[in-house]
């Protein structure tokens, strides 16, 4: 039945990153849409570490389905690689450094302030 909740889970995450990459302008050589869903992804499984780690079903659920489905590391490796192919070394760095750095500090500014909420 785990198996069943990260199906459906990923399943509707996955739909819901193709929807939200299509609905992205692109910045030209820019990945904005796979930067803009990762931090995206980085806010929510900060909330939901706070909110539902605690119900095991909801947590296959909502982070290793949803999230998992959602969220597009693979995509965003990919995305740096076509940048240094195609010698775009300072997008590079940016689109490096932004995903990781602010992906991280959403995630604790997110935990922070459900934790804080829900006190």
Known sequence: MNLIWV??????????RWYLSNSFQSGGNFPIAT????????????ILSVLVLQYPK???FLITGLLGGFTTFSSFGLDAFRLLQL???KNFVVYVALSNILG????I???KITT???E
Do not use: D, P, R, T
């Open 109 to 111: 500014i997110a935990h």
């Open 35 to 46: 930067l803009s869903i990762n931090l995206l992804g980085c806010l929510l499984i900060g």
């Open 104 to 107: 991280i500090a959403l995630v």
């Open 116 to 118: 804080f909420l829900i």
């Open 87 to 89: 010698q775009e070394y």
């Open 58 to 60: 909801g947590s296959l």
């Open 7 to 16: 199906f459906i889970g990923g399943g509707i995450g996955a739909a819901m």
